[in-house]
């Protein structure tokens, strides 16, 4: 698998789409310190403005070690997207291993009837390149 492939799911006209990548360069594998970076794509291909209110990772590397990541908004905000909008960020995640994968859920609120739902985050893989050859 490209580690660099697009992964998406679409729910409630909600798109998200993640691309990961290996960050070799801010990495050291001899100390187990395996860096990625995954950038996220929200497209609201609904007819109501949408907010993003908070996410669920859960991540889990080669070592069967799992974590749970939960916070509010993401990287520090609580983006706002009306109907054909969306919203792109980049964060990070380190792991122990050359292997591993993310998956969540995004929790949105429609700002016109105020209901919430969730938004699957696709589940994609994280590997070095020498991993995926």
Do not use: K
Request: proline fraction near 6%.
């Amino acid at each position: 698998m490209n580690p660099t492939a697009m992964h998406a799911s679409i729910a409630n006209a909600i798109r998200i789409s993640a691309q990961p990548r290996y960050e070799a360069d801010q990495s050291d594998p001899e100390a187990e310190r395996f860096l990625f970076s995954y950038r996220i794509t929200i497209a609201n291909h609904s007819r109501h403005t949408i907010q993003l209110v908070s996410r669920h990772w859960v991540i889990m590397d080669s070592l069967a070690e799992r974590r749970e990541v939960r916070g509010p908004g993401v990287v520090g905000t609580h983006p706002v997207m009306g109907p054909g909008e969306q919203f792109t960020y980049t964060s990070y995640c380190e792991l122990r291993s050359a292997m591993g994968r993310m998956q969540g859920t995004y929790l949105m609120r429609n700002l016109d009837d105020g209901t919430q739902f969730d938004v699957a985050i696709p589940a994609f893989q994280l590997h070095t390149p020498h991993v995926a050859n």
